[in-house]
């Protein structure tokens, strides 16, 4: 499904799904699963090419952390027998994040199922309660999000040190930037409730607004009333009858406990009908690429951690309530509020400059090992690239060119044969292709594909994935030159192949290695460029 609405937002015709396909899964679908990453049930299912394979797409559910409660308590004393409130406001739930990381490959090692921290609950003496603790996944270079339900993640600006914090110390008068519970609460007032103070927005050091009292810090002020006696009495306000922090305790554990968020672990792990089911429900309501996390070190906030209740200090203080509503309102305010809720699906796209594209056994990882320092698996049975990796190629100026080697093509790649053509969402962003051509793949009695033939096949299928695609800047590698007549089909090839530059290669000796990256470099700034067009390649 996943596949054919690409193909038809690509404006090309849909391809086979993979229920459809009699072949095996190879990694398009959405919720498709390789090795460890499967599922008993479906490890059968799969081809044992994908034993060790990449997740290079994922479907991540997040819930940010539930507000603590805010306390309700009195503080009496002997001169004092009717006690006054001293309730703290409970902890911002936390959040979850997604962190960029280099040293990440795929998505394997992560939940599909996140959940900030819950926040903690205010505690007496005005304490406030401490923050929820975030959960953060880190997820590779060239990570895009669409989001399928929820709100839109927004990227973390830089995070303030946990010290710095003002919902991490206890009694702290600041409140949190989106303290929407507190201000809405504040605004509103109460029914038939006295004056209340206004709360200003104010931008602290981290730039993330942040709510603080005119007239200075909260808790350094005096309790402040028109009347004489303290409003909120055991009479007007029978302790007994609130929510207790005990029974706040208590009653979150249970709601946290009986939430569905955990209850649909197996969400994921349906079978290949459920799946495709779940994949057309997507389908309509996915918002695309919705972000983009190309550096390390990005943060994303997909999902937000609710506000803390309000403790009984802050609401006689601020709000005054009316006696009528006043059990009620605390009641009400003190419960933290839940975190945002997200259902995204994470797709990797590596970034680099130029893509290895080459049939299996081709010598793309020998190639990438010569021009960078990149130490890709290398071994003289085809597919044993299963993940992309990527080398950097410095030249003496400094100019860094980053090189992708993809997972071997192989012709109706995109009917699912091989290894499929999930791996050429790597190769969408490259500025540059290189395809690299095996010249013996035919001679001293090999059964393989004639250069100009790999070529063809190379061309068609990157076309069929993307239309338009080989119509980047390129240039053919003609590899391992050193074999026996492989002069002479280099020959043929250039006779053949017209309107690209060719550069002979013996990448396992790193012979033509320093003028292909000539070669690289000059075509990564050349103002008029040429694609591999099929016409200009003659078969026959
Ligand atoms: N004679 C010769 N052999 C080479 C050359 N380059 C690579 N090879 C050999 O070709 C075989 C395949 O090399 P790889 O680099 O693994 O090829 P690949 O294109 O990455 O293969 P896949 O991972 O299947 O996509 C290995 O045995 C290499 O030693 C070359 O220039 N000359």
């Not at 080697?405 to 499929?420: C, S």
């Amino acid at each position: 499904m996943w596949r054919r609405q690409q193909a038809l937002l690509r404006g090309l015709p849909p391809l086979r799904t993979v229920a459809q396909s009699p072949l095996p899964r190879a990694g398009g679908g959405l919720g498709c699963y390789y090795g460890s990453a499967a599922p008993e049930g479906r490890k059968g299912k799969t081809a044992p090419l994908q034993a060790r394979g990449m997740v290079d797409k994922f479907r991540m559910r997040a819930k940010g952390g539930a507000g603590g409660s805010g306390c309700v308590s009195l503080r009496r004393s002997r001169s004092d027998r009717q006690g006054r409130p001293d309730g703290g406001n409970g902890g911002k739930g936390g959040d979850v994040i997604l962190e960029c990381s280099r040293s990440i490959w795929d998505f394997s090692g992560l939940q599909h199922h996140m959940r900030g921290g819950r926040g903690g609950n205010g505690v007496s003496k005005n304490q406030i309660g401490t923050r929820g603790s975030d959960k953060i996944a880190q997820v590779p270079v060239g990570t895009v999000i669409h989001l399928v339900e929820g709100e839109q993640p927004s990227f973390a600006v830089n995070k303030p040190t946990r010290a710095l914090d003002p919902w991490d110390i206890p009694g702290a008068a600041e409140h949190s930037a989106s303290s929407n519970q507190i201000d809405d609460a504040v605004k509103k007032g109460f029914d038939g409730g006295l004056s209340y103070r206004r709360i200003a927005p104010k931008h602290n050091t981290d730039g993330n607004e942040a709510e603080q009292e005119i007239n200075g810090q909260l808790e350094n002020r005096k309790y402040l009333h028109t009347r004489s006696k303290p409003e909120f009495s055991n009479t007007d306000c029978d302790v007994r009858t609130y929510p207790r922090q005990e029974e706040i305790d208590k009653k979150d554990q249970i709601e946290s406990e009986d939430e569905e968020f955990w209850e649909d672990e197996d969400e994921f792990n349906t079978d290949e009908e459920d799946d495709d089911k779940e994949e057309e429900r997507e389908e309509q309501d996915v918002q695309f690429s919705v972000a983009e996390m190309t550096k390390p070190g990005q943060r994303l906030i997909i999902a937000r951690g609710g506000e803390g209740g309000l403790g009984n200090a802050f609401i006689m203080k601020e709000m005054r309530p009316s006696k009528a509503y006043r059990q009620e309102k605390i009641a009400r305010l003190s419960t933290g509020q839940p975190g945002t809720d997200t259902f995204l699906i994470l797709e990797l796209k590596s970034i680099a400059d130029v893509g290895l594209v080459g049939l299996p056994n081709a010598g793309k990882s020998t190639l990438l090992s010569a021009l960078s320092r990149a130490q890709p698996e290398i071994a003289d049975y085809e597919f044993t690239t299963l993940r992309p990796n990527i080398g950097s190629l410095t030249y003496e100026d400094y100019f860094s060119v980053k090189v992708a080697d993809i997972p071997g093509l192989i012709k109706g790649a995109h009917e699912n044969r091989g290894l499929g053509h999930a791996f050429l969402r790597h190769i969408e962003r490259t500025k540059v292709l290189a395809y690299v051509l095996d010249l013996a793949a035919t001679l001293n009695g090999r059964k393989g594909v004639l250069p100009w033939e790999q070529l063809q096949d190379l061309v068609t299928e990157l076309e069929h994935y993307q239309e338009g695609l080989t119509r980047r800047p390129s240039l053919i590698v003609a590899n391992k030159i050193d074999e026996e007549g492989a002069d002479e089909m280099y020959e043929e090839l250039k006779r053949r192949v017209q309107g690209v530059p060719i550069f002979p290669v013996c990448a396992i000796l790193q012979e033509g290695v320093p003028d292909l990256r000539v070669g690289l470099r000059n075509l990564m700034d050349d103002s008029d460029p040429q694609g591999v067009d099929l016409i200009k390649i003659t078969v026959q």
